[in-house]
């Protein structure tokens, strides 16, 4: 396994407070249907002065609207006219008087919010402009993990916002001043994308600090490689990566899955770890993957259905289990199709005393993955097509698949093409199913399809 897919910026790994899943989702129901609770927290967050508390009742609007919404207008700073028309919220009461803050870029003054009921069917808009209010108010009084999230909006054009990087990089900036660790972290990656790699190091330490995880990653990389400018020290890089894995959340569930690659030596040549600074141990790299694989990582929940289909790192041959977590995989995000492809092949031959085989599903998985430009899983597609697997026997479009499997580096298929004269029998198709069974009882597989 290669580490440089892990070895650059985690930066999309750092997500904004307002950029998840709500976590309250029974709560937004209740709430939602409830005006007079809505009402009573709105009223606490207008009367009181402790801003923690506005600010959760501004996320908790958010997350009850729709952060993707795209209704006009759209929010834009405007230095010269502080009652530009084109500030979304508007349209609820008139302005207050402008906030402001030395520390915080410039912004368009915020309306009061709503108090009035909102109507569970048309009210999401008013929400969301009601919790735009609240953020652009408290990150101009200075609220560090406000003005975070203005900068992640103009990051990504969430909430009305248009994308403006350089707009993003000074409200980060301001959050910075502030000591808000997610913040070092994003004004550290926009310093490395400058090559500004001093600057950078110094800022991810400081979001390290604060147990920043996509922080820890990066500093993990660098040290292990010894990439921005930094010696190579894979003892710091070790420990690092340890703070990532251990602090790994939903948002940033990668750390624990290279920590696992490395305690199982599972990882590429160009980085080689000596056994007194980090030891093998494949029980403790099973720990990390299915950390990793808990906060929903599809990569690590690949390894671990791979680990059970195989008996790999000490676990036992489980066929739902490895089943179980290949589906896992490609609901987490299986962007080769490994996963699609393992399980075409566990419906293809079946598991006795588990399961019979399912050629539509096998087909079905077979052709995800070749979507995905799996060369092996376009082989699959033209054996399937080829024999007359789920689908009536097409050999023209078998050898089309053939092909792209060949042009992508599938060696099989290229000796496939080679032989066009010799086709597939019955027989041989249940040798090749009978061969798929005894290799999953022998250990792991090699990088080519199984089928044949």
Same mark, same amino acid.
């Given at each position: 396994m290669n580490l440089d897919h892990y070895r650059g910026s985690t930066a999309s790994s750092s997500r904004g407070s307002l950029n998840s899943k709500p976590s309250s989702a029974a709560m937004s129901v209740s709430l939602l249907t409830d005006a007079a609770i809505l009402a009573k927290y709105r009223d606490t967050a207008i009367k009181?002065?402790?801003?923690?508390?506005?600010?959760?009742?501004?996320?908790?609007?958010?997350?009850?609207?729709?952060?993707?919404?795209?209704?006009?207008?759209?929010?834009?700073?405007?230095?010269?006219?502080?009652?530009?028309?084109?500030?979304?919220?508007?349209?609820?009461?008139?302005?207050?008087?402008?906030?402001?803050?030395?520390?915080?870029?410039?912004?368009?003054?915020?309306?009061?919010? *709503?108090t009035g009921p909102q109507d569970p069917k048309t009210g999401k808009k008013q929400l969301i402009l009601e919790g735009v209010y609240w953020i652009d108010r408290l990150a101009k009084e200075g609220h560090p993990e406000a003005q975070f999230i203005r900068g992640t909006w103009y990051e990504e054009g969430m909430y009305l916002t248009k994308k403006n990087a350089d707009k993003a990089l000074r409200w980060y900036q301001s959050s910075s001043k502030g000591d808000y660790g997610p913040a070092h972290y994003k004004v550290a990656y926009f310093c490395e994308k400058k090559k500004d790699n001093n600057k950078a190091v110094m800022l991810y330490k400081k979001a390290a600090i604060h147990n920043d995880v996509p922080a820890n990653h990066r500093l993990a990389m660098v040290y292990l490689y010894g990439d921005l400018g930094q010696s190579q020290n894979m003892k710091a890089g070790l420990q690092y990566l340890k703070r990532a894995a251990s602090f790994a959340t939903e948002a940033a569930p990668m750390a624990p899955y290279v920590l696992g690659l490395i305690l199982s030596r599972d990882y590429s040549n160009q980085?080689?770890?000596?056994?007194?600074?980090?030891?093998?141990?494949?029980? &403790?790299?099973?720990?990390?993957?299915?950390?990793?694989?808990?906060l929903?990582?599809?990569? *690590?929940?690949?390894?671990?259905?791979?680990?059970? &289909?195989?008996?790999?790192?000490?676990?036992?041959?489980?066929?739902?289990?490895?089943?179980?977590?290949?589906?896992?995989?490609?609901?987490?995000?299986?962007?080769?199709?490994?996963?699609?492809?393992?399980?075409?092949?566990?419906?293809?031959?079946?598991?006795?005393?588990?399961?019979? *085989?399912?050629?539509?599903?096998?087909?079905?998985?077979?052709?995800?993955?070749?979507?995905?430009?799996?060369?092996?899983?376009?082989?699959?597609?033209?054996?399937?097509? &080829?024999?007359?697997?789920?689908?009536?026997?097409?050999? &023209?479009?078998?050898?089309?698949?053939?092909?792209?499997?060949?042009?992508?580096?599938?060696?099989?298929?290229?000796?496939?093409?080679?032989?066009?004269? *010799?086709?597939?029998t019955p027989l041989g198709h249940k040798n090749s199913i009978k061969r798929m069974k005894n290799g999953r009882n022998r250990g792991p597989k090699d990088g080519s399809c199984a089928i044949m």
């Open positions: 009181t002065n402790d801003a923690s508390i506005q600010l959760s009742f501004a996320k908790y609007l958010l997350e009850i609207g729709d952060p993707l919404s795209t209704y006009e207008p759209v929010v834009e700073e405007n230095n010269n006219n502080n009652n530009s028309s084109t500030d979304p919220a508007a349209a609820l009461s008139p302005r207050p008087s402008s906030v402001g803050s030395n520390n915080s870029p410039p912004s368009s003054a915020p309306s009061s919010p *709503a980085l080689k770890i000596p056994d007194d600074i980090s030891f093998p141990d494949d029980g &403790e790299a099973l720990e990390w993957f299915r950390k990793s694989a808990q929903g990582y599809g990569p *690590a929940n690949y390894k671990l259905g791979y680990c059970y &289909e195989y008996g790999s790192l000490g676990c036992p041959i489980d066929p739902f289990l490895s089943i179980q977590h290949y589906e896992r995989a490609t609901m987490g995000g299986d962007g080769n199709g490994e996963a699609e492809m393992a399980l075409s092949g566990w419906y293809l031959s079946g598991a006795d005393n588990c399961f019979a *085989a399912d050629d539509r599903l096998a087909f079905h998985y077979a052709s995800k993955a070749a979507e995905k430009n799996l060369p092996k899983a376009q082989y699959a597609m033209g054996y399937y097509h &080829e024999v007359g697997i789920s689908v009536p026997i097409d050999l &023209e479009k078998a050898m089309e698949f053939y092909k792209r499997a060949a042009e992508n580096g599938n060696m099989d298929a290229k000796k496939r093409l080679e032989e066009q004269s *010799a086709k597939f």
